[in-house]
């Protein structure tokens, strides 16, 4: 029968109390050097790795802010004692350190531990002896502050930064995301979130691969191979530091970082990149990465100057600082506001609870201290330094390039605006400039294997199942498709339909494995009629074809045809018709040149046959010629057109 994570917590928490706690105080205690007898000292306890380059120089900014809290707040009654225990990444370690700093030290509040997985346990601690857990680095989404009462995140929650990874991927226009993340409780907290974020954009995850960090290199260069037999090259790594730099020494040993491929690192390796060897940020180049924006302020640039250290702009521990800061002002303030109501007594021993609950004592003050620490806010080293319901909100992230041994920012992206190029275009509003996920709102970046031009983010893969594509073989019109064979006897292809075709595929944002199978018989020539050609499609044999086929009826009953590309030769006539009603002369219209030829001639005619009867009779036919022939043809009209009485 398994045991669940209350007996494991129980089996240590006594384990820790038999001993006296001998095991559990690997790294002693900080307090004040001087502190003058009227200050009330106020037990916090620090879960960190101090035997780390990154512990240390965290341990050195929570010094720095105690430091620095209490020379500009001198006046105040209260002063944190700091009391260090050293996990040493280990997630019992990190449960049993809690355990005495909470039964045997005696804290009101608990700064740590650093990984998430370790604070999921500690923070259950936290709960049953009532002390806030203040953790500045525990980021997995698995977890809330929401429904844990005294668990306080003072960092950006990882699943905030997912719409400014997704933003990033639509403005390139890449459809598929691979998708490389470290199998410990950091890293798959946030695949839930990074689906649901490439959903909602179109984008496929056609596969996932998790590397747990005790893998060896063989271990990451077996999961990278597989990676290659697939056509995706777009990654998403979210690893912490350590194992993400071994994956990107692989990957670039293996020649994964060239110009087909796009990497993407989450803030879980961007915020700690200065920690990174300059030999990993060698393996590096061209990758993409989003981290917290960190605003330069002038309280930082004196932080800067007077400190005079290197890490400086490293986030996390500006977080730590700040929480320190922040810590420092609500114990104050908790202090003066409950020594009256519990008489001066800091912690409690009630007996009779002691059988409901993991440890003999819990703390009186803790859940002020947890109610004032989970909506705080203050303009800390890091920005605007807000906590919301125990959670800091996230304002902005910045997109860099890793160029050489440092990282190029070639843009911003906010919840409100998405990307822009500057900075300054944060604080526009939304009806100035409206949400942008385009790539012309980032500057151009160099791309792995250090070329400007833009990845498609897929290639043909090494090996899979090829589509058979059906090509006529003939001595006519080559202009659409021709076959040609090479002194090897290979075929080559060429034409129009051809061009046609790879240009289609050249479009399409995946990759088809395709083989060109030429439609002939031994002599190299067509092996039966077009029809035939096609109907092969029916029987499995191909694909697709490629050629001048035309689209006819009969051959439509058993295969599907691509819109016309080229004209058809077959054209329709239409008449266009006007409205001639309205045209006054409309009535001459039936009278051709003919019809008039006819009716001159039929006058003539009328009238030499009149003037030949009547030249006699008649004394008008009787004058010179021209009255004659005026008065014969007069009366020839005369007589068509008017009616005679005798």
């Known amino acids: 029968m ?148 005294y668990f306080v995140r003072t960092a950006y929650v990882d699943s905030s930064q997912v719409g400014a990874i997704a933003a990033i991927v639509q403005a390139f226009g890449w459809r598929e995301v691979v998708p490389i993340y470290e199998d410990t409780e950091f890293g798959n907290g946030l695949i839930p979130y990074i689906i649901d974020a490439f959903q909602a954009i179109d984008v496929k995850i056609p596969y996932r691969s998790a590397i747990s960090p005790s893998s060896r290199d063989e271990d990451i260069l077996g999961q990278l191979n597989r990676l290659m037999m697939t056509q995706t090259r777009v990654f998403m790594v979210h690893m912490t530091t350590l194992l993400g730099s071994r994956l990107f020494d692989v990957a670039n040993e293996a020649g994964m970082l060239n110009k087909d491929t796009v990497w993407i690192v989450t803030d879980g390796m961007s915020s700690l990149l200065d920690a990174v060897e300059p030999l990993a940020m060698d393996s590096m180049q061209g990758v993409l990465g989003v981290r917290p924006y960190l605003p330069m302020s002038d309280r930082l640039k004196d932080f800067k100057k007077n400190k005079s250290i290197r890490s400086a702009d490293n986030l996390l521990a500006l977080w ?61 080293l890091s920005g605007h330094f807000q906590l919301v319901n125990g959670q800091l909100q996230p304002s902005a992230f910045e997109v860099f390039n890793v160029v050489g041994r440092k990282e190029r920012v070639i843009g911003y992206w906010t919840p409100k605006h998405g990307l822009s190029k500057s900075k300054a275009m944060n604080n526009l509003t939304r009806e100035d400039r409206g949400y942008s996920t385009s790539m012309d709102d980032l500057k151009p970046p160099l791309w792995p294997g250090e070329t400007l031009e833009q990845p498609k983010g897929w290639v043909i893969p090494v090996k899979g199942k090829k589509m058979k594509i059906g090509v006529p073989v003939k001595s006519g019109f080559k202009e659409f498709i021709k076959v040609e064979w090479d002194l090897h006897g290979n075929p080559t292809y060429s034409g129009f339909s051809y061009d046609v075709f790879l ?47 035309t689209i006819v009826a009969n051959r439509s009953a058993f295969v599907d045809f691509s819109l016309p590309y080229s004209e058809s030769g077959v054209s329709m006539l239409v008449a266009i018709k006007d409205d001639e009603r309205r045209n006054m002369w409309i009535f001459l219209k039936p009278l051709k040149w003919d019809l008039w030829l006819t009716a001159g001639m039929a006058f003539m005619f009328t009238g030499l046959v009149v003037w030949v009867l009547e030249r006699h009779n008649v004394e008008d036919f009787r004058g010179s010629h021209r009255e004659r022939l005026g008065i014969s043809l007069w009366f020839s009209f005369s007589t068509l057109i008017f009616a005679h009485r005798s």
């Open 503 to 549: 240009a289609v595929l050249d479009e399409l944002p995946f990759a088809i494995p395709y083989e060109f199978v030429p439609f002939m018989n031994s002599s190299r020539l067509i092996a039966g009629s077009y029809s035939d050609m096609l109907y092969r499609i029916k029987l499995g044999e191909y694909d697709m074809v490629v050629g001048d086929t």
């Open 320 to 380: 730590a600082y700040d929480t320190v800061w922040a810590l420092g002002d609500v114990v104050e303030k908790v202090w003066n506001s409950s020594k009256s109501q519990y008489g001066g007594r800091k912690r409690s021993r009630p007996g009779t609870r002691t059988a409901s609950l993991v440890f003999s004592q819990i703390s009186e003050v803790g859940p002020d201290i947890a109610r004032y620490m989970r909506n705080y806010k203050v303009n800390g």
């Open 2 to 149: 398994g045991l669940t994570v209350k007996d494991i917590l129980q089996i240590i928490t006594c384990f820790c109390v038999m001993l006296g706690s001998t095991l559990c105080r690997p790294s002693g205690s900080v307090a004040a050097a001087s502190v003058s007898p009227e200050k009330e000292m106020v037990r916090v306890g620090v879960i960190l790795e101090n035997s780390s380059t990154m512990g240390k120089i965290f341990s050195n900014y929570i010094g720095f802010a105690r430091s620095d809290f209490y020379e500009e707040h001198p006046s105040y009654l209260t002063r944190l004692s700091l009391y260090f225990r050293d996990p040493n990444h280990d997630v019992v370690a990190a449960a049993s350190a809690a355990v005495d700093l909470i039964e045997n030290e005696e804290v009101h509040a608990i700064i740590g531990p650093f990984w998430s997985l370790q604070a999921k346990f500690v923070m259950e601690l936290g709960t049953k002896a009532q002390v806030p857990i203040v953790s500045f680095s525990a980021t997995s989404p698995s977890f809330s502050p929401a429904n844990r009462q």
